[in-house]
């Protein structure tokens, strides 16, 4: 028994020791409260968003007459993937850091930036080893949105966002494998690039998947994203004029639950004064990969032709995400080995999947990735920018558990990232203002290699964006008029002919007229979803069957419609319930039957 047990049992009945035993655990108490209110007081500070905390001084500039160094009095900061000598890369993970020595040479990309005049200021928190869009770590603790504190900030490379976002830094690197910078930039309100693949230096960057991960870097200003730009792709300053062709990518569009006015009208809007701009134009990208893109029909859901363009992306993601398990596993594999006693619950499910792993088709994976970089390459060829929402949902909740919610959210905005990792394409995060309380965003994708004609873009359209981004903001929502029944349903049957003749965006103007007539008529609104459902436009669809909906809840064809374009949009679990209901009202609907079954595989 120690000596200090024995003394206090000795002096049990004696007062003074319970006061002095009183004191030091209140003692103890307070100054762990005082180091919990410390360390809170520090994250909030910084918004949690950096792991180590150093200042890497910029290189000496040169003497005259040479040119002033790019980034002079700019700071920036670097996501855990990048090696400073000196310093433990951790790749987001705690047991990464005590397996592995301090870095021999820092990466290439942080010396490129240290010789143009950056200071850098420290390494953020990223997802644990580059997995994820959410951009939550249960070792380190998840950074804060800078606009939605209750919300995550997006990943994997989230504490270089949230840094830039609460104007801790100028601008951040971090790395994008399936989404890393793009969607954490959308979430933050802020710039975000992904670069070509491999055409920014990867030495001294830890690999998560090299065939699909690419450097990318954010920025508040669009000179500093483009300056940066031009540090790390060894760019000319020279701008060299040329048409540009901007083509909108409508059945993703119908993934986002933003307005149209709010993106694509912006858009639109922003280029219309500006020289050198065709008219734009239209695409429905699942199609078209789906006709151009042969080896990805093995990876496909063949049930259902409406849902073609859906199934096609997510099977696009799947691929995706395929390539990525299988590429993290090779080259991480030995490092498992020696820690499978660390993969418990505080290790994250994507890095225990990727390393249990297996899959017999890798040349198949990479074959669709072939065939996708040529099919975006003939489609964008050397002017075109496909414009695409960035991310289809607002920022999930922190620690959100329902397993079925975040499924869906990952389902819909892996499709949309997965079209520039697949194709190995530049793309840039463009925030455009808020919807609500959360932020709205668009990106720009240009061809492989297109960098420089991406970046002098945004330069060229920025201010002309967020001036047309304001305007949708200030303007109020358009409202219907109601008018005679008789010339409503004149209207109705038009569109019923219209229809029949499968002239569908006739059908869709006569309804919406018989609708300006007569706003309280369920069977305009359902009519005009069935002519949407049928050009893809899903999220207009939802939108008239829930009006329909509301006017008659025994509207059997709306519930119908509506689940088909929830199941389009991947909401499977809506879906469903719509199809339930309308089996509610129609116990032997041999429609609903069907897909309240197909859907049951899915949620």
Excluded at 347 to 360: G, H, I, Q, T
Excluded at 440 to 452: I, N, P, Q, R, T
């Amino acid at each position: 028994m120690s000596n200090t047990l024995t003394s206090i049992q000795s002096n049990a009945s004696n007062p003074k020791v319970w006061v002095v035993i009183g004191v030091t655990i209140a003692g103890i108490v307070i100054l762990a409260e005082t180091r919990k209110r410390r360390i809170k007081a520090l994250r909030e500070e910084d918004f949690g968003a950096f792991l180590d905390r150093f200042e890497l001084l910029p290189f000496p500039p040169p003497p005259p007459p040479a040119a002033k160094q790019s980034l002079s009095g700019l700071t920036f900061s670097i996501s855990d993937s990048f090696d400073v000598k000196d310093y433990i890369t951790g790749f987001g993970s705690s047991q990464w850091k005590k397996t592995h020595e301090v870095a021999e040479k820092t990466a290439v990309v942080v010396t490129t930036l240290l010789k143009n005049g950056a200071t850098c200021v420290g390494k953020t928190i990223m997802e644990e080893m580059g997995f994820g869009i959410l951009g939550e770590n249960k070792q380190y603790g998840t950074p804060i949105n800078p606009l939605m504190p209750s919300n995550v900030p997006g990943g994997c490379s989230s504490g270089s966002a949230v840094s830039v976002g609460a104007k801790l830094v100028d601008f951040a690197l971090g790395i994008d494998t399936t989404g890393g910078v793009r969607i954490p930039a959308s979430f933050c309100g802020i710039l975000g690039f992904r670069s070509s693949q491999g055409t920014v230096s990867s030495v001294g960057v830890l690999p998560n998947s090299q065939s699909i991960g690419t450097v990318g870097w954010f920025a508040r200003d669009p000179s500093v994203l483009c300056q940066v730009g031009h540090a790390l792709l060894n760019l000319s300053a020279v701008t060299h004029k040329r048409q540009r062709s901007f083509i909108f990518a409508d059945d993703l569009f119908e993934l986002s639950d933003i307005p149209k006015q709010k993106s694509v009208h912006v858009v639109r809007k922003a280029i219309e004064n500006l020289s050198g701009y065709q008219t734009p134009k239209h695409i429905n990208v699942g199609q078209h990969i789906a006709s151009n893109v042969p080896s990805l029909a093995e990876f496909c859901d063949q049930s259902g032709k409406s849902q073609k363009s859906a199934s096609t992306l997510k099977a696009l993601s799947s691929v995706m995400l395929s390539i990525q398990r299988h590429e993290f596993k090779t080259n991480h594999e030995e490092w498992s080995k020696t820690c499978k006693s660390f993969f418990g619950p505080s290790f994250s499910s994507d890095v225990v999947a990727a390393l249990k792993s297996r899959n017999e088709s890798i040349k198949s994976l990479y074959r669709v990735k072939t065939e996708m970089r040529a099919t975006i390459q003939s489609l964008l060829k050397e002017d075109g920018i496909l414009v695409i929402p960035t991310v289809a949902d607002p920022p999930p909740k922190l620690n959100t558990k329902n397993k079925s919610v975040l499924n869906e959210f990952l389902d819909r905005n892996y499709a949309l990232s997965s079209i520039a990792s697949m194709s190995g394409c530049c793309q840039v995060t463009i925030p455009l203002g808020t919807h609500g309380d959360r932020p709205v965003s668009v990106s720009f994708l240009a061809y492989y290699g297109g960098d420089k004609f991406l970046l002098d873009t945004i330069l060229d359209v920025y201010a002309s964006l967020q001036d047309q981004a304001d305007i949708a903001s200030s303007l109020a929502p358009a409202t219907d008029s109601n008018g005679s029944m008789e010339a409503s349903e004149v209207m109705k049957e038009k569109g019923n002919v219209a229809y029949k003749g499968r002239q569908w965006n006739v059908a869709v103007r006569f309804y919406t007229e018989a609708i300006k007539l007569n706003g309280a008529n369920a069977t305009y609104f359902c009519n005009r979803a069935a002519a949407y459902l049928e050009l893809s436009r899903f999220q207009e669809a939802e939108e008239d069957c829930t009006e329909a909906v509301l006017i008659d809840k025994k509207n059997v064809k709306a519930y119908l419609r509506r689940g088909t374009a929830r199941e389009s949009l991947l909401r499977y679990k809506e879906a469903a319930a719509d199809f339930r209901h309308a089996l509610v009202l129609e116990p032997h609907n041999k429609t609903a039957k069907a897909a309240e079954k197909r859907l049951r595989k899915q949620t």
